[in-house]
């Protein structure tokens, strides 16, 4: 009797959980997204992982943004502790066209007047 008990409480909490999996990444699938660095993203709003991306250490020096992924970055994941300066320009010539704040995302570059044009970033 008592067994049955605990396996029932165990069965609702189970359920429990599993609903708020579900409507807490509906809600922001993109919060949930792993990034762990500084992510540049081929398209925009929800589709962080749909095309190409690519993955950044920012250290404070200058990296272009090479191959396909130049000219091309429509939104972004910021982890790290750091603003993210981008660059229209390689090798970071010019003006900053877009700061990305630190821990921040965005989900479309182009409200930004900067949709496919991060040509380098520090
Ligand atoms: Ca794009
Ligand atoms: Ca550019």
């Not at 008990?5 to 509906?26: E, K, P, Q, R």
């Not at 790290?80 to 921040?104: D, F, H, I």
């Amino acid at each position: 009797m008592k067994r049955k008990t605990t396996l029932t409480v165990g069965a609702v909490l189970l359920s429990a959980a599993a609903l708020f999996g579900t409507s807490a990444t509906a809600q922001a699938s993109s919060a949930a997204t792993p990034c762990g660095t500084f992510c540049l993203f081929q398209h925009d709003e929800h589709n962080f992982w749909g095309g190409k991306y690519m993955l950044f250490w920012p250290d404070g020096t200058c990296q272009n943004v090479e191959g396909p992924m130049n000219n091309s970055a429509s939104s972004m994941i910021n982890d790290t502790g750091r603003s993210v300066r981008l660059y229209n320009s390689a090798n970071c010539a010019g003006a900053v066209g877009y700061t990305a704040k630190p821990n921040s995302e965005d989900e479309d570059f182009s409200n930004n007047g900067f949709d496919n044009k991060a040509s380098s970033l520090r």
